[in-house]
């Protein structure tokens, strides 16, 4: 059973950072993508970035240059946000895409203030 717990999520002011973390227990196969996404108030649940196990990333173009996600082992990922917007905020979750299927994490409030 795999489960994601995310964690660093908060009140900031515009411009300011955060640093959100996403840890997994269970097995992790060897072959996997790890992808953070977020979800404002009535809005749909967007894909913010993605990290695979052989390290490639990918970003939202709204957030290239800001956010930069990475991992130091199988079963840590990162999400540093820098220069964070108010519409930035949002519930933000981590996915996990492997074998197994797909597994979420339960999320973590961000929030900027203008």
């Known amino acids: 059973q795999v489960q994601l717990v995310e964690s660093g999520g908060g009140l900031v002011q515009a411009g300011g950072s955060l640093r959100l973390s996403c840890a997994a227990s269970?097995?992790?196969?060897?072959?996997?993508?790890m992808r953070w996404y977020r979800q404002a108030p009535g809005k749909q649940r967007e894909l913010v970035a993605g990290?695979?196990?052989?390290?490639?990333t990918n970003y939202a173009d709204s957030v290239k240059g800001r956010f930069t996600t990475s991992r130091d082992n199988a079963k840590t990922v990162y999400l540093q946000m820098n220069s964070l917007k108010p519409e930035d905020t949002a519930v933000y979750y981590c996915?996990?895409?492997?074998?197994?299927?797909?597994?979420w994490g339960q999320g973590t409030q961000v929030t900027v203030s203008s």
């Open positions: 996915n996990l895409q492997q074998a197994t299927g797909s597994h």
């Open positions: 269970g097995t992790i196969f060897p072959i996997y993508v």
């Open positions: 990290i695979s196990s052989g390290g490639t």
